[in-house]
Nanobody, 129 residues
Framework: QVQLVNSGGGTVQPGGSLRLSCAASGFTLDSVAIGWFRQASGKEREDVSCIDNRDGGSYYIGSVKGRFSISVDKVNNPVYLQKDNLKPEDPAVYSC??????????????????????WGQGTLVTVSS
């Protein structure tokens, strides 16, 4: 079965850290781009970050630059989103997604969101003191 599985969410205090994981089964992440998205309650879904395993391109939205870091474990598969210095505006359900045909990640941003075909189930991040 081809799928993505998210894990790593939880509750942290402001300034805390979490590492989210996106693991693939039924296919490898070597030749795709992976995007991380978040949707807060009552808000539109937004692109947070992406990485293209074909050429190493990566992208972050302005509000997370310098605090979030995306990486890929090419041996064991997962794509990680390391989130440091979490702020009150960061809580949301975070999901990873990929489109094996037509989705790319460039330094200027993701391309081809309409080709996203596989989504992780999402993991909830809460920031609370």
């Amino acid at each position: 079965q081809v799928q993505l599985v998210n894990s790593g969410g939880g509750t942290v205090q402001p300034g805390g850290s979490l590492r989210l994981s996106c693991a693939a089964s039924g296919f490898t992440l070597d030749s795709v781009a992976i995007g991380w998205f978040r949707q807060a309650s009552g808000k539109e879904r937004e692109d947070v970050s992406c990485i293209d395993n074909r050429d190493g391109g990566s992208y972050y939205i302005g509000s997370v630059k310098g605090r979030f870091s995306i990486s890929v474990d090419k041996v064991n598969n997962p794509v990680y989103l390391q989130k440091d210095n979490l702020k009150p505006e960061d809580p949301a359900v975070y999901s990873c997604a990929t489109g094996r045909y037509g989705y790319f990640c460039q330094d200027s941003g993701p391309v081809g969101n309409r080709y996203l075909e596989l989504w992780g189930q999402g993991t909830l991040v809460t920031v609370s003191s």
